[in-house]
């Protein structure tokens, strides 16, 4: 219920409040140099972390949250996992060291800290619940995370929005992305919540709880057709993405908050 209020409100700021928007359209919209954009995303790399924590010291397994070792070996697995999906993300269209880092390209900062808000809430769901060890985590993230993947690919071979934030650095694109795969990762991450009995459960119960994912992507496709079909002055479709973002995360993060409840 913490993480639901928190997300909602956050989600409310950003959108509503001057300020909130401040916080993220100027920083990756002026900042000159690579190291700037890369500040960002270590920023947001230490929060995706401190998120996963508070997963492992609340809603973990009991053996975990009672044993500090346990804890540290969890977080440190996850931030090699959250480095892994950002450099394969080059792999499907957006790249850290070539768009972020050398072509200092804001639209793929948005759209990489975008994932690793998705890949952490894959990881936060692979973390709750009892299970026999950390084997079972692994297979819950790798699926989670490899639906992901998927779901960005079909999205990007319809909607073109690869081009728009590589090519065009279209800020506006890459915080459309970024909402895309934070709210994937909120429903996925949610799908591999709970107990682990058996792969064949967790894969029912996945396939049972990740379907909106399908609506998502349809929805996302729908938006950046329409988007590209329509001459937008730059400052508005800023924060039209931004708003569109902000609510299509929302939306995800109270069924994924359902979905939990019901796992």
């Known amino acids: 219920m913490f993480i639901f209020v928190f997300g909602v409100v956050a989600a409310a700021f950003f959108i509503i409040h001057p300020g909130g928007r401040a916080i993220l359209l100027p920083p990756l919209r002026d900042c000159r140099s690579g190291r700037g954009l890369t ?4 920023v947001v790399f230490g929060i995706c972390l401190a998120g996963n924590l508070c997963v492992l010291l609340t809603i973990s397994s009991a053996d975990v949250r009672s044993d500090g070792d346990e804890i540290g070996f969890y977080l440190a697995s996850s931030a090699l996992w959250l480095a892994l999906t950002v450099a394969a993300f080059e792999f499907v269209g957006i790249s850290v060291r070539d768009d972020v880092a050398s072509r200092r390209n804001p639209a793929a900062a948005a759209t990489i800290c975008g994932l690793m808000v998705g890949v952490a809430f894959c990881l936060g769901g692979s973390h709750t619940g009892n299970g026999p060890g950390p084997e ?3 297979a819950c993230a790798g699926i989670s995370t490899a639906v992901l993947f998927v779901s960005w690919t079909v999205f990007s071979s319809f909607s073109g929005i690869v081009d728009r934030v590589s090519v065009e650095r279209d800020l506006g694109a890459g915080i459309r992305s970024a909402g895309f795969l934070g ?3 909120a429903i996925l991450g949610a799908s591999v ?6 792969l064949e459960s967790t ?3 996945f396939a049972r709880f ?4 399908l609506l998502l992507a349809v929805a996302a496709v729908a938006v950046e057709r329409a988007i590209a079909n329509r001459r937008l002055n730059q400052r ?3 924060y039209l993405s931004l708003t569109y973002a902000g609510i299509a995360f929302s939306v995800s993060l109270i069924y994924a908050v359902r979905a939990w409840s019901r796992a």
């Open 183 to 185: 709210s994937g990762g």
């Open 39 to 42: 500040r960002i995303l270590l």
């Open 210 to 213: 990740c379907w909106p994912i």
């Open 236 to 238: 508005i479709a800023n």
């Open 136 to 138: 079972v985590v692994l």
């Open 203 to 205: 894969l029912r119960d």
């Open 193 to 198: 919540a709970g107990d682990w009995t058996s």
